[in-house]
């Protein structure tokens, strides 16, 4: 079955340094590519997403990079804020009836004032 | 985005009881939502896939005697976790299928 990894596990940044999380996928099928932040006690939220025939994505401060013959998407966060500090996860997933997601096991992201 | 919600937030039992948690999605039908297990500091592992109508699909290792779910109306999907354990202790979240969506999640403390 799929297999996400995710590194690294913590990551410290100063404020307004950037901050990338990477994560390698296993099954070559998978074709959506998502990321959540999830602050402490709270529901992941979606921040960004990613479909396999796009290369890169961005949102204001949030880009996000896929190469599929690697296998491994990226999340880049520019000028980083405190509030910025959370657990990001990636995940990946195909469509089998029903869209699948197997996630990451989690960046906790700390971001320096 | 969809609006989901998770009934109740957190909940404290004694070893031995059964538990459920509700699952509705507020604003639109779901055939298919996903229930989720998160232990602290870890990530999001997928338990099960609940089906409207149908049995729920579990996934390997994932105990279907034990992690009970029902989703008997495009609305509302249930998981009863019986027999608690102290290890069942967990944070428990649904999601919608697509786009995952979560729900706020239910914190299970089993004493």
């Known amino acids: 079955g799929e297999n996400v990894e995710q590194h690294p596990s913590t990551l410290s940044v100063q404020e307004g340094d950037s901050a990338v999380i990477k994560c390698t996928y296993s099954d070559s099928a998978s074709n959506y590519f998502p990321w959540y932040k999830q602050e402490l006690g709270k529901r992941p939220q979606l921040i960004i997403d990613?479909?396999?025939?796009?290369g890169e994505k961005k949102d204001q401060r949030i880009a996000v990079t896929l190469n599929k013959t690697a296998k491994h998407f990226s999340l880049h966060i520019t000028e980083t804020q405190p509030e910025d500090s959370a657990v990001y996860f990636c995940a990946a997933s195909k469509w089998s009836g029903t869209y699948k997601y197997i996630f990451g096991t989690g960046t906790r992201l700390k971001v320096l004032a | 985005g969809a609006v989901v919600s998770q009934h109740p937030s957190w909940v404290i039992c004694k070893s031995g009881t059964s538990v459920k948690i509700e699952c509705r999605s507020l604003d639109f039908q779901a055939t298919t939502m996903f229930w989720y297990r998160q232990f602290p500091k870890q990530s999001l592992m997928l338990m099960a896939t609940?089906?409207?109508?149908?049995?729920?699909?579990?996934e390997q290792g994932v105990e279907k005697d034990k992690f009970l779910i029902n989703h008997a109306s495009l609305t509302l999907s249930t998981l009863t976790v019986t027999s608690a354990h102290p290890e069942d202790s967990s944070f428990y979240i649904c999601?919608?299928?697509?786009?995952?969506?979560f729900g706020p999640g239910t914190r299970l403390t089993v004493t």
């Open positions: 609940s089906n409207e109508g149908s049995k729920a699909t579990y």
């Open positions: 990613i479909r396999s025939n796009v």
């Open positions: 999601s919608t299928s697509y786009e995952q969506y």
